[in-house]
């Protein structure tokens, strides 16, 4: 069984200042740990994966996320925000599994709010 | 071009309907997803199809039936509708990979059900 949880249900901070999302899970397996952003009404767009290769993982609109097998944690940031990172934010994880495992979809966190203030 | 889509974008109906929600991916993948997204943004797999295998998530009642015409459709059928199947359906697709990795998963737009 696979689970993820993102500890913090609003984030908000100021334009210009480091963003730091937390994100910790559970697998039974070696996981892939995925960011998806989502803005107002529209779909989810990937930000970045981690799927065992380097454990600092870059993404798009300078995020970054880093996983840490001892802690279970995969916490995004990014060193300075911006008013168009104002969305809603996934941790999901995905097990490596062979084949014949059961529903290989993702699964979600709750979702954690960014909020930024001019 | 439009990875994957989603018709329609917004679905209004009357409780004790049936009705579809479609899904295209043009990325040629083999495994599609229907996810729901509650009101509070919580989302939840509802199937997986691959290859003609279809996975289930077990909590899902059997008034939602998936469908596949061919690889890149996955269509959502909705028998009955309740109250409570108001919410919003994403449908997803990947290629996976061989052995144990697996890759991320393409999302289409949305479709906002609305059950009155």
């Known amino acids: ?118 | 071009d439009t990875a994957v889509s989603q018709t329609p974008k917004y679905l209004v109906t009357q409780m004790g309907n049936d009705k579809s929600i479609k899904c295209e991916q043009n990325l040629g993948h083999d495994t599609m997803y229907w996810y729901k997204q509650d009101s509070k943004k919580f989302l939840k797999i509802m199937f997986s199809y691959n290859n003609k295998e279809l996975i289930i998530n077990e909590t899902v009642p059997n008034r939602f039936s998936p469908k596949s015409p061919d690889k890149a459709h996955l269509n959502l059928h909705i028998n009955s509708l309740e109250l409570g199947d108001s919410a919003v359906y994403f449908c997803a697709s990947t290629q996976r990979g061989a052995g144990l990795s697996y890759n991320e998963q393409f999302f289409g737009p949305g479709t906002r059900l609305t059950v009155l």
Request: proline content about 4%; aromatic content about 10%.
């Open chain 1, 1 to 118: 069984a696979q689970s993820v949880t993102q500890l913090d249900s609003h984030v908000s901070v100021s334009e210009g200042t480091p963003v730091l999302l937390r994100c910790n899970y559970s697998s039974s397996y070696s996981p892939s740990l995925f960011w998806y952003v989502q803005h107002p009404n529209k779909g989810l767009q990937l930000l970045l994966k981690y799927t065992s290769a380097a454990t600092l993982v870059k993404g798009i609109n300078g995020f970054e996320a880093e996983f840490k097998k001892s802690e279970t944690s995969f916490h995004l940031t990014k060193p300075s925000a911006h008013m168009s990172d104002a969305a809603e934010y996934f941790c999901v994880v995905s097990d490596q599994r062979g084949s014949g495992g059961g529903a290989d979809g993702l699964t979600f966190g709750k979702g954690t709010h960014l909020i930024i203030q001019p």
